[in-house]
């Protein structure tokens, strides 16, 4: 067994797909990847952020605004991903494959859970015990449907074993939903776990006031290299010109999402830095294929082709990002590079229309959250349909009430992303077009293709990763012929920062990497 620094190679036979091409680049910033001199320790670090956590429970979590708060904050998995999406030990310190379908982790000792328990191989077996149960509910559960047993061999070592090969293992391990939780918190707080989230991280939960704040504490017993600042606070604040003018007067030290409106005014100020990262997620409008006439693939074809996502990438998103003509973005293993998304056509958009019964035209409506780049996007869509005589109405909802009525299939068409937080096809085909993965897990566009599904379990399965990504390819070029979303652009993330603020930067994932983070 050997100390594993990155995972992007064969590894006992075995090659790591999920991180071993992503070759996402690093944030780009102006001063903040260090400084002259030691870093200052102390102090409260303000995020201020544009929705608020739905719930810290990294079992139950849906979002980005909920894993940024506890995703390597609070919460610690066996394994986390560096700036460039390769493996690198956390609360496991070496790992081996003992066989096909058998890894074998060495846990790292002397580490002890924010409430006092104490980490152990009965601590992990826990945790994977309970996001795998029916009765927790997780929305994540599928990430790792696939063990079977976790055997545990001695206190600091235990067994995972899995029903088949499984090539995105360790990429899934450093998702979220891997977070390992206090047993006693499992035990004691039940289902209040996502309001008294208790891990093994540099922070400590402290306090949630909904809609406003929450606050967390340096954990001075932190198993490495503890935190240089002693607390964060994040602050929900919707509007955007607000939020950006409390890191421009110092109130706060980083603020996100930047909209694409405000890049110059960050870009150009004194006091601001504008720290862009490439992203591995998309940025999509969906269809609700369980309701007419979305269930007729001529339909979702035409209004594809109505809309001109160039148009809405350089006058809405401001040139910030990249034309998506794939359901995941180049970054992302196994993307398809042969695709080439749906051309502008509004005459041929009006032909399949007419083909399906609906020459006239139809009613329908746009949901979107209180994102005001997303409500651009709905209105330009919103005015590109009534060309081929679609008339949408928009529905604009706060964050939580968005996500909850899209999962229940409340919606027509919807504006969202989605966020890849493995740097693996399987992470997006699964829980964007699996029928398995219907509503609050992902598909929130009920898409359905047995042969899709088909394709997305053997590309579970197979630990060939050439054939994998036949096996991905394939599945891309059915999905963009199925035409179940209008895929707009492959994101870029925007955090406006204090040029008083060191050691900070994204994750391609869209998770906010604070550990390290001083403030001068």
Request: with cysteine; proline share 4%.
């Amino acid at each position: 067994m050997r100390k594993m620094k990155l995972v992007t190679s064969l590894l006992a036979g075995f090659l790591f797909a999920g991180v071993a091409l992503t070759g996402c680049s690093t944030p780009t910033s102006s001063g903040n990847e260090g400084s002259s001199g030691a870093p200052k320790t102390g102090g409260t670090l303000v995020i201020a952020e544009l929705s608020d956590a739905t719930k810290l429970d990294p079992h139950k979590g849906t979002d980005i605004p909920s894993a940024n708060v506890y995703h390597g904050k609070i919460y610690e998995g066996l394994v986390k991903q560096d700036k460039n999406m390769e493996i690198q030990p956390s609360l496991a310190t070496e790992w081996k494959k003992v066989n096909e379908t058998t890894w074998e982790f060495k846990l790292r000792q002397g580490v002890k859970f924010h409430d006092g328990t104490p980490f152990n191989a009965a601590a992990v077996k826990k945790t994977i015990d309970r996001v795998l149960d029916k009765k927790t509910a997780s929305s994540r559960k599928d990430l790792f449907e696939m063990i079977t047993e976790v055997k545990i061999i001695d206190d600091y070592t235990i067994q995972l074993i899995t029903s088949y090969p499984f090539a995105p293992l360790l990429a899934n391990l450093a998702h979220y939903a891997g977070g390992i939780i206090s047993p006693k918190a499992i035990d004691e707080q039940g289902d209040k776990l996502g309001q008294n989230p208790s891990g093994t991280g540099p922070f400590k939960f402290e306090s949630w006031t909904p809609g406003q704040e929450i606050k967390l504490s340096k954990n001075n017993e932190y198993w490495g290299e503890k935190a240089k600042v002693e607390k964060v606070t994040f602050r929900v604040i919707p509007e955007d010109s607000t939020r950006i003018a409390l890191v421009e007067t110092g109130e706060a030290q980083l603020a996100e999402p930047v909209p694409v409106t405000d890049v110059e005014r960050v870009s150009k100020s004194s006091s601001m830095t504008l720290v862009r990262s490439d992203a591995l997620g998309v940025d999509y409008v969906g269809f609700n294929l369980k309701k007419k006439p979305f269930d007729d693939v001529r339909v979702r074809k035409a209004i594809n082709l109505a809309v001109d996502t160039e148009a809405i990438l350089s006058g809405v998103y401001n040139n910030v990002g990249s034309k998506a003509t794939s359901p995941m973005g180049p970054k992302v293993w196994g993307f398809n590079p042969n695709l080439k998304g749906y051309p502008y056509d509004v005459n041929k958009a009006k032909e399949l229309l007419k083909e399906a019964g609906y020459s006239n035209g139809f009613k329908t409506t746009i949901w979107t959250n209180d994102n005001k780049t997303r409500v651009k996007v709905a209105e330009v869509i919103q005015s590109q349909l009534k060309g081929i005589g679609i008339n949408a109405e928009i529905k604009v909802l706060e964050w939580g009430a968005y996500l909850e009525a899209t999962a229940k299939g409340e919606h027509d068409m919807y504006v969202l992303g989605w966020s890849n937080l493995t740097g693996d096809a399987d992470y997006n085909q699964y829980f964007l077009f699996h029928t398995k993965a219907f509503g609050n897990v992902g598909n929130r566009h009920f898409y359905s293709n047995p042969e899709i599904d088909k394709l997305i379990d053997a590309g579970r399965r197979e630990s060939d990763p050439a054939k994998r990504k036949e096996i991905y390819a394939k599945a891309q070029e059915i999905e963009m012929e199925d035409a179940s979303m209008i895929l707009l652009r492959n994101n870029q993330y925007l955090v406006a920062s204090g040029k008083n603020v060191k050691g900070f930067w994204m994750h391609p994932s869209g998770i906010m990497m604070i550990n390290e983070v001083s403030i001068q």
